[in-house]
């Protein structure tokens, strides 16, 4: 569900996620998608984000 969310994004090359490590892994194109837009799409998905870098 989160990694549908996060890949259905436009710039979005890849999402890893892990439940257990309460982690996700994105691989992007700078410019094309922001930190902001791929935390919205984890919390439409029902669940909560914060980055990490």
């Avoid at 996060?6 to 194109?29: C, D, I, M, P």
């Avoid at 919205?40 to 980055?51: H, Q």
């Amino acid at each position: 569900m989160v990694t549908k969310a996060l890949e259905g994004l436009k710039g979005v090359r890849s999402a890893e996620v892990s439940f257990k490590e309460k982690l996700a892994r994105v691989t992007y194109e700078k410019g094309a998608v922001t930190v902001e837009q791929m935390i919205e799409a984890v919390k439409r998905a029902g669940f909560l984000a914060t980055p990490q870098y």
